[in-house]
């Protein structure tokens, strides 16, 4: 039955969004009890502007593969995450619609294809040891966060971009202001020009200097009226290298953290190391680690779980909602439930990275990077464990990636 569009007389009723994660090992309760309850839901966001909220797994699915739905953070109505959102993201081709954001994908998909990331497997078991060389070295204690989750996709994006490693506390910083909730308006506006400023010196170096990397064949092959503009690249740059680090770090450190609370897991994980594959995809799924997007906006009135969305109005998807939806996950015969962490669980089809033409590009990247790091950390360390309380874990608390600011591990 189709209900219509209504808003709600209070904020009670629309509760705000994002919601924390009151246990930082479930999802938000609001959203378990929307989800259970079925049908999208009103929330309000931080400039008092209500929205739809989806939380269930078909209804994500539904609204992110919808040609009804715009990812346009330009369009009137669309949900921004912050207000400097259309200003810095506006035309960028993840920002495009279809058929222009598929065009201008393909130019990058290559890239990060499986093939190209696969191959970049044993140069990331490089990596790994170097960083597991390096914690031993300390002799008994380390911060995980910063001594292995952050160096080791950061390395890697730079590899595949060209961009110089010596510069990661430039770009973190840049990448942490970005998806830090609590920064100011200016303050993000500052550091998006200090950043747009960097990636512009270094694709003009890199126009000068071509080299064997992503940037020189994007500078070579796709620049131009037909493919990246000047004035773009340098922003395409920097989401690239941000993303690239700041989802697989927080991954590396949550998933870590996941193994060492669940033994059985982790023993069996260093018993089977060929489970590594779906233990990827169960950790992506558990965490759900992407807290405020994606988000739509609804180009024409649509249908979705039974709500009629109007033209004009916004929807979220809350991807831990539909990550733990039980009529996606655990549902089978002798399947684990979809609270529970199962490294075994086929969860391939997860919405952890987004749904449709829009979902994550790097994801392949990120996908080997788990799959080489956690067996091989926990083969050489198998001691591995906590150096504090797990009630002392120091879970981010408003940010667009959700995540651990330090993990100190001791073995």
Same mark, same amino acid.
């Given at each position: 039955?189709?209900?219509?569009?209504?808003?709600?007389?209070?904020?009670?009723?629309?509760?705000?969004?994002?919601?924390? =994660?009151?246990?930082?090992?479930?999802?938000?309760?609001?959203?378990?009890?929307?989800?259970?309850?079925?049908?999208?839901?009103?929330? @309000?966001?931080?400039?008092?502007?209500?929205?739809?909220?989806?939380?269930?797994?078909?209804?994500?699915?539904?609204?992110?593969?919808?040609?009804?739905?715009?990812?346009?953070?330009?369009?009137?109505?669309?949900? *921004?995450?912050?207000?400097?959102?259309?200003?810095? /993201?506006?035309?960028?081709?993840?920002?495009?619609?279809?058929?222009?954001?598929?065009?201008?994908?393909?130019?990058?998909? #290559?890239?990060?294809?499986? #093939?190209?990331?696969?191959?970049?497997?044993?140069?990331?078991?490089?990596?790994?040891?170097?960083?597991?060389?390096?914690? *031993?070295?300390?002799?008994?204690?380390? %911060?995980?966060?910063?001594?292995?989750?952050?160096?080791?996709?950061?390395?890697?994006?730079?590899?595949?971009?060209?961009?110089?490693?010596?510069?990661?506390? *430039?770009?973190?910083?840049?990448?942490?202001?970005?998806?830090?909730? %609590?920064?100011?308006?200016? /303050? +993000?506006?500052?550091?998006?020009?200090?950043?747009?400023? $960097? $990636?512009?010196?270094?694709?003009?170096?890199?126009?000068?200097?071509?080299?064997?990397?992503?940037?020189?064949?994007?500078?070579?092959?796709? @620049?131009?009226? %037909?493919?990246?503009?000047?004035?773009?690249?340098?922003?395409?740059?920097?989401?690239?290298?941000?993303?690239?680090?700041?989802?697989?770090?927080?991954?590396?450190?949550?998933?870590?953290?996941?193994?060492?609370?669940?033994?059985?897991?982790?023993?069996?994980?260093?018993?089977?190391?060929?489970?590594?594959?779906?233990?990827?995809?169960?950790?992506?799924?558990?965490?759900?680690?992407?807290?405020?997007?994606? =988000?739509?906006?609804?180009?024409?009135?649509?249908?979705?779980?039974?709500?009629?969305?109007?033209?004009?109005?916004?929807?979220?998807?809350?991807?831990?909602?539909?990550?733990? %939806?039980?009529?996606?996950?655990?549902?089978?015969?002798?399947?684990?439930?979809?609270? @529970?962490?199962?490294?075994? +669980?086929?969860?391939?089809?997860? !919405?952890?990275?987004?749904?449709? @033409?829009?979902?994550?590009?790097?994801?392949? *990247?990120?996908?080997?990077?788990?799959?080489?790091?956690?067996? =091989?950390?926990? /083969?050489?360390?198998?001691?591995?464990?906590?150096? !504090?309380?797990?009630?002392?874990?120091?879970? #981010?608390?408003?940010?667009?990636?959700?995540?651990?600011?330090?993990?100190?591990?001791?073995?």
């Amino acid at each position: 039955m189709t209900t219509t569009a209504s808003e709600p007389a209070s904020t009670e009723e629309a509760p705000f969004f994002p919601a924390p =994660r009151t246990c930082p090992f479930s999802a938000p309760p609001r959203h378990a009890d929307f989800r259970e309850a079925g049908g999208l839901h009103k929330v @309000t966001i931080w400039d008092g502007s209500r929205h739809w909220l989806a939380t269930r797994h078909a209804d994500i699915r539904a609204v992110l593969s919808s040609p009804s739905f715009s990812a346009d953070v330009r369009h009137p109505g669309f949900p *921004l995450v912050h207000s400097n959102q259309p200003e810095h /993201e506006g035309g960028l081709f993840l920002r495009l619609d279809d058929p222009e954001h598929v065009r201008l994908r393909q130019m990058l998909t #290559k890239e990060f294809s499986v #093939k190209r990331t696969r191959a970049l497997r044993e140069k990331l078991l490089e990596i790994t040891d170097e960083l597991i060389d390096a914690m *031993l070295a300390k002799g008994g204690q380390a %911060d995980f966060v910063r001594d292995f989750a952050l160096p080791l996709p950061s390395r890697a994006i730079c590899l595949i971009l060209g961009v110089p490693y010596e510069d990661h506390e *430039l770009f973190e910083r840049h990448a942490n202001a970005g998806t830090d909730l %609590d920064v100011s308006h200016e /303050e +993000r506006a500052r550091t998006q020009r200090e950043a747009f400023e $960097y $990636y512009a010196a270094l694709v003009a170096r890199k126009r000068r200097e071509p080299a064997d990397d992503m940037i020189s064949r994007l500078l070579a092959d796709h @620049t131009g009226p %037909d493919g990246f503009t000047p004035e773009m690249l340098p922003v395409l740059v920097g989401i690239l290298v941000g993303a690239g680090h700041e989802t697989t770090a927080n991954m590396l450190g949550l998933g870590t953290v996941a193994l060492l609370l669940n033994p059985g897991q982790r023993d069996r994980l260093r018993a089977h190391p060929e489970l590594a594959p779906s233990a990827a995809e169960e950790m992506l799924r558990y965490w759900s680690i992407v807290s405020t997007d994606p =988000r739509r906006v609804a180009l024409e009135d649509v249908e979705v779980g039974g709500q009629l969305v109007r033209k004009g109005e916004g929807v979220i998807v809350s991807l831990i909602a539909g990550n733990r %939806d039980p009529r996606a996950f655990g549902a089978d015969e002798g399947e684990c439930p979809a609270d @529970t962490l199962d490294i075994g +669980r086929r969860a391939r089809h997860h !919405v952890a990275f987004g749904f449709g @033409t829009h979902q994550c590009l790097g994801q392949n *990247l990120a996908r080997v990077e788990m799959q080489v790091a956690w067996p =091989r950390l926990f /083969e050489r360390i198998p001691g591995l464990r906590l150096a !504090v309380a797990e009630d002392e874990l120091p879970f #981010k608390k408003n940010s667009i990636v959700y995540g651990l600011t330090s993990l100190p591990v001791t073995w």
